[in-house]
């Protein structure tokens, strides 16, 4: 709830300005238990079986001790090496955050000073800027272009050189319009301008294999950070665990501007079993793969407008109002995200892709609710 703030009365705390005209971050995320969620591009099965058992394994000084983290970075090392690495990783090349949330909060509190700026694309994940208000950065959000929302590449470029901003942030494939640039180009941006803090937001790399992670060499490219999350493909939302991933001088910077415990004992134990259970990720990863194709095909026959590219989501504009239709998809139990208020995607709604069965559900309560 926002409630409002009269910056002239005297006999109250008054916060930094730039807070006062800052909206919270909401999203529509309550009553979501038992749906079938295509709102958030969430796991749609749930983690691994050894992540369940080692959380029901938990005793109670477990819980009545503060966190440890010895060994997580080293796990998590391990698992990106076994998906392939251009060059080794040391622990101190990995930061540890309460979810990529908290990374990117951490990193435009390290990096964000009032008045400089943030480069980024539009419509993008919708958490970057309100961490650069928080901070009085200046932004600029270049739209993606065209019916397909190509990559504004040349723009951004241009603006990079001629601007210096302090940050870039990229989100590869783009949350919400799957949008996906090459590691090559991700990786040139980076070289084309040093002093720029180039963040790349790898949430949904899964779905598309398009990391910068089997070609960059940190050595040569400190400016560059990888943003990576256990939340999506290990299903590991509920319990918030991230990782960035950079020259371990970046890292150590925004490792600076988090509190002490912010990861929870459970996340950790939770993290272990995921990370060690990379063929359940693959297997769920699969299974998105197969629905996608089964969806595509779906979309392709009808008459709508849609656009499906990287991640695992696609976007479709259905012929009645979306309101309305997001509601009557509700109401048979199945939740999607509408778009209204996103630049350029009016009129659409973002639906996450799950496992063929919940692609089905969802084709046949949209077909008969969207019928011509
Ligand atoms: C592009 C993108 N980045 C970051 C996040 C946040 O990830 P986490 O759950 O790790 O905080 C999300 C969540 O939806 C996202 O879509």
């Not at 440890?68 to 990995?94: C, H, I, M, W």
């Not at 996608?292 to 392709?300: D, F, G, S, V």
């Not at 509700?330 to 009129?347: F, P, T, W």
């Not at 559900?361 to 609710?369: A, M, P």
Request: contains cysteine.
């Amino acid at each position: 709830m926002q409630l409002p703030f009269d910056s002239s009365s005297n006999c109250f705390p008054s916060p930094r300005p730039e807070i006062v005209d800052l909206s919270s971050y909401t999203a529509p995320l309550e009553g979501r238990r038992d749906l079938l969620r295509l709102d958030f591009n969430e796991n749609t099965l749930g983690p691994s079986p050894l992540v369940i058992r080692a959380l029901k394994d938990i005793h109670a000084e477990h819980i009545a001790i503060y966190p440890e983290y010895g060994g997580l970075r080293e796990a998590f090392v391990k698992n990106l090496t076994s998906l392939g690495l251009s060059a080794p990783l040391s622990v101190d090349q990995v930061g540890l955050f309460n979810g990529v949330d908290a990374a990117i909060h951490a990193i435009f509190h390290a990096y964000g000073d009032k008045d400089t700026l943030l480069l980024t694309t539009s419509p993008t994940f919708g958490y970057y800027t309100p961490c650069a208000r928080m901070q009085g950065m200046k932004i600029s959000a270049i739209p993606y272009i065209g019916s397909d929302f190509s990559f504004p590449f040349d723009a951004i470029y241009s603006e990079l050189v001629s601007k210096q901003p302090r940050l870039l942030f990229i989100c590869n494939p783009n949350n919400p319009t799957g949008t996906r640039l090459s590691p090559q180009s991700i990786i040139h941006l980076a070289h084309a301008e040093p002093k720029t803090l180039v963040v790349v937001d790898e949430l949904y790399e899964a779905f598309t294999g398009d990391s910068v992670m089997p070609l960059v060499d940190f050595e040569h490219t400190p400016n560059l950070l990888v943003l990576r999350s256990l939340s999506k493909t290990a299903g590991l939302a509920g319990l918030r665990i991230g990782f960035a991933i950079g020259d371990p001088r970046v890292v150590d910077m925004i490792s600076r501007v988090t509190g002490p415990y912010d990861i929870n004992s459970l996340a950790v134990t939770a993290a272990f079993a995921a990370l060690s259970d990379q063929a359940y990720v693959e297997t769920y990863v699969n299974k998105v793969f197969e629905s996608r194709e089964w969806i595509k095909a779906k979309l392709e026959a009808s008459d709508l407008r849609f656009h499906l590219d990287g991640g695992n989501y696609f976007l479709i504009w259905p012929r009645r109002e979306p309101l309305t239709v997001e509601s009557a998809l509700r109401s048979d139990g199945i939740l999607v995200r509408n778009m209204l208020g996103k630049h350029l995607l009016e009129g659409a709604l973002r639906v996450s892709i799950g496992t063929i069965d919940q692609m089905k559900k969802f084709w046949d309560s949209f077909s008969s609710i969207d019928a011509n």
